[in-house]
């Protein structure tokens, strides 16, 4: 949270009505500041400071929702900029970057790979989500070809890549 304890406090309505766990409004305050309580547990805090405080104690990168289902996966929403720090929420999507100047043979085996590979670590999963496909060619029949062949053998999310819009959009 970007806040300190006493500028939490100074919000706070000071009834001290232990309501909310804690045997103060300062030491609420202070649990906040440290991110081991809960705005909602105080029953008495007011509308406008719920909007201050959330908005201070909001992640510095909105979260982004990539792809649904078993392959979607959401980036951003950290707190901390190093893992070390405290630890990051959401895992980093995996992709593999194809071009539409490939050949089709290392397409197909890379299409092959990705529904193939998936390791389990220490409790978790890892394996591919998505496919970066690049417009290398700058044809855009040539893109959106291999953005369908891709989409019909996988369940894959994309990230497109191209200078053309006319391509993207095709795609």
């Not at 405080?53 to 982004?64: D, F, M, T, W």
């Not at 405290?86 to 539409?100: H, Q, R, S, W, Y």
């Not at 060619?137 to 006319?166: H, P, Q, R, W």
């Amino acid at each position: 949270m970007g806040l300190t304890g006493i500028q939490i406090f100074k919000m706070l309505p000071k009834t001290n009505c232990k309501e909310c766990g804690q045997p103060t409004c300062l030491a609420f305050a202070m649990a906040l500041a440290a991110g081991k309580a809960e705005l909602e547990k105080c029953p008495y805090v007011s509308d406008e400071a719920k909007a201050v405080l959330a908005e201070a104690s909001a992640p510095p990168i909105r979260p982004v929702k990539i792809g649904d289902g078993e392959r979607g996966f959401t980036i951003g929403g950290e707190t901390c900029m190093f893992r070390h720090e405290k630890t990051f929420v959401n895992k980093p999507g995996l992709a593999i970057f194809v071009t539409d100047t490939m050949p089709d043979g290392e397409i197909d085996q890379k299409i092959d790979n990705f529904m193939k590979y998936r390791y389990e670590r220490v409790g978790v999963l890892l394996k591919a989500d998505m496919f970066a496909v690049k417009n290398e060619s700058g044809a855009a029949d040539k893109f959106k070809a291999l953005v369908e062949k891709i989409n019909g053998k996988t369940d894959a999310t994309f990230t497109l890549m191209s200078d053309s819009t006319d391509a993207l959009s095709a795609a």
